[in-house]
């Protein structure tokens, strides 16, 4: 009636659109979503902090774990052990992103079988246990590999889980706000995490590390208040 930009009472249509998104935005943070709110931005926070803060600085850890490991036995005695460390670490930095392939295989056979949030809290709690040994493991030979693989294995699951929960916990009305504010959490947790990991991975080694593992851990403990929603109606 009004064109296609304007609506009743002559409220332009975004605007119309933007207190939408603001109505849904307040209804998120009131009850009964308020708690299911509150969660998973924590879950989602903890968990990309975590995870974009591991992987990104992983070639760097690797990096400083090589050097600081004896030249002569990481090379085998060559006298090229620069290139050879430089392979080293792109070989060990590629091998977790190829765990990835049977840790995501795996989530598809599983994820049927077992509930979103029970995913989600086996995937950070085992997460976690991976970087916090990932930390302890930094002076043996194979520890640092074979950490950062279960890491890569195990956190994909993580990831299915999350978007799995974001359909379950919110009514279609409310969802995709619940998604966007669920992401830009996301978004905020990868940014802060990769930030921390690099201001302080030269001051001190392993402590990013450790606050990346408490993080997940406070994450998937959060998780266990989520409800079970899953093939519930959701008003």
Known sequence: MFGTHFLMFGIPAHELQNLQMGGQMRDLLLKPWRQRTNAMLVVTFSFAFGYYGFTIWLPDYFDHIQADSNCSFTCGGTNNCSQLLIQNIYFEAFVPRIATIPGQVITIIIVNRVTAKLLMVISTVLSSGSVFAFAL???????????????????????????????????????????????????????????????????????????????????SLTALVLPRTAKEVLQ
Not at 144 to 173: K, Y
Not at 188 to 198: C, E, Q, T, Y
């Open 137 to 219: 493991f930094t002076r043996k030979v194979y520890g640092p590999i074979l950490m950062s693989s279960i890491f890569g294995a195990v956190s994909v699951a993580g990831w299915t889980a999350m978007d799995i929960l974001f359909v379950e916990l919110f009514p279609t009305n409310l969802r995709s706000t619940a998604v966007g504010l669920l992401q830009a959490s996301a978004r905020l947790g990868a940014i802060v995490g990769n930030l921390i990991f690099g201001q302080m991975i030269n001051v001190h080694f392993v402590a990013p590390l450790f606050l990346s593992a408490i993080l997940m851990l406070l994450g």
